[in-house]
Every structure is written in structure tokens, then in C-alpha cells.
């Protein structure tokens, strides 16, 4: 069975930190598309960053380069996302979900909102 389980959500100051975990088990992430995903309040779940497993290619969301970085740790078969400058419009629910279908791009992953297993959420909130 497989099992995603984020953590590392809270409240942060806007230009604060953050950084989320995604620990798998019942799947190994090493060579498999891995994203972050977020929804806020009244909106559609959008890719935040995806990653191949195969090449290592990675798509961000324009509103979040430069600031959000996704990383693996093979070792502990969990994804990171970190988050740095953060903003009030970061404010979401943030998802981690695994992609199996090796045919498919970190970018389509992302903007498809393509994940065949999803983790339960952790909370975000930028709020002063």
C-alpha cells in the first residue's frame, strides 16, 4: 500500500521559511515523478514543482521560481520542498503526489495536476 505523508506546514511571516517533507513508503521515489501540489480556499489544485525521476528535469510555477526549491533524499525516499521569501498568496494546502507513467514530463505532471498517489495536505499560511 502505498503511503504519502507530508509535513513541515505552519505559520510563517510573509519573507519567512518553510520546508515540507514527503516521506513514501509502499513505492520507492528514486526513479518515479515526484510534484507539490497546492490548493488555497476557493481555487483548483495547482502544480507548485515537479520532478523527473528518470533525468532529474524539474518545472516550477512561475510564482515560485527563484524561491521554492524541490530536492530527494533517495537514502530516506522523501521529497523536500523548500520554500523560501515566502507571500500571503503562498497561503494553501500543499500536496505531494507520485507520478508512475514514465512517459510523462515534470512539466505535464505539474500543469495536469497528474499524480496516481497523494499525501493527506500540510497547511501552509503566510500571514503577519
Known amino acids: 500500500q502505498v503511503q504519502l505523508v507530508e509535513s513541515g506546514g505552519g505559520l510563517v511571516q510573509p519573507g519567512g521559511s518553510l520546508r515540507l517533507s514527503c516521506v513514501a513508503s509502499?513505492?520507492?521515489?528514486?526513479?518515479?515523478?515526484i510534484g507539490w501540489f497546492r490548493q488555497a480556499p476557493g481555487e483548483e489544485r495547482e502544480g507548485v514543482s515537479c520532478?523527473?525521476?528518470?533525468?532529474?528535469?524539474?518545472y516550477y510555477t512561475d510564482s515560485v521560481k527563484g524561491r521554492f526549491t524541490i530536492s530527494r533524499d533517495n537514502a530516506n525516499n522523501t521529497v523536500y520542498l523548500q520554500m523560501n521569501s515566502l507571500k500571503v498568496e503562498d497561503t494553501a494546502v500543499y500536496y505531494c503526489?507520485?507520478?508512475?507513467?514514465?512517459?510523462?514530463?515534470?512539466?505535464?505532471?505539474?500543469?495536469?495536476?497528474?499524480?496516481?498517489?497523494w499525501g493527506q495536505g500540510t497547511q501552509v499560511t503566510v500571514s503577519s
Open positions: 509502499g513505492i520507492i521515489l528514486e526513479h518515479i515523478n
Open positions: 503526489a507520485v507520478d508512475v507513467n514514465p512517459l510523462r514530463g515534470s512539466q505535464a505532471m505539474c500543469l495536469l495536476t497528474a499524480g496516481d498517489y
Open positions: 520532478t523527473e525521476g528518470s533525468d532529474g528535469n524539474t
